[in-house]
């Protein structure tokens, strides 16, 4: 059994800055695929960006620029680096990892954080 434990999020004013982390823990052989994922209110879950065991990232078009996604394999744990935040990042963010136990594969989810973007 793998688990998610994510930071806390909070509130910050538009411009500001926010970094959140994510550390796995459990049963690991592997994790290939490290990501953050957001829910804003009435809106489906997004993908915001995702990193890869060996450094390849993703990003959504709308944090291209802004944000950072980066992992720290020996401690099993992702960031996300948020600068230049605006209200319409205010969303409740979730981690996720995708991997091998030593017995099958995986795919688990941290159980969100808010952030909130506002003045």
């Known amino acids: 059994q793998v688990q998610l434990v994510e930071s806390r999020g909070g509130l910050v004013q538009p411009g500001g800055s926010l970094r959140l982390s994510c550390a796995a823990s459990?049963?690991?052989?592997?994790?290939?695929?490290m990501g953050w994922y957001r829910q804003a209110p009435g809106k489906e879950r997004e993908l915001v960006a995702a990193?890869?065991?060996?450094?390849?990232?993703n990003y959504a078009d709308s944090v291209k620029g802004r944000f950072t996604i980066s992992r720290d394999n020996a401690r099993n744990t992702v960031y996300l680096q948020m600068n230049g935040l605006r209200p319409e990042d205010t969303a409740v963010y979730y981690c996720?990892?995708?991997?091998?136990?030593?017995?099958?594969?995986?795919?688990?989810w941290g159980q969100g954080t808010q952030v909130t973007v506002s003045s």
């Open positions: 996720n990892a995708e991997g091998r136990t030593f017995v099958s594969g995986y795919d688990v």
């Open positions: 990193i890869t065991s060996g450094g390849a990232t």
């Open positions: 459990g049963s690991i052989f592997s994790i290939n695929v």
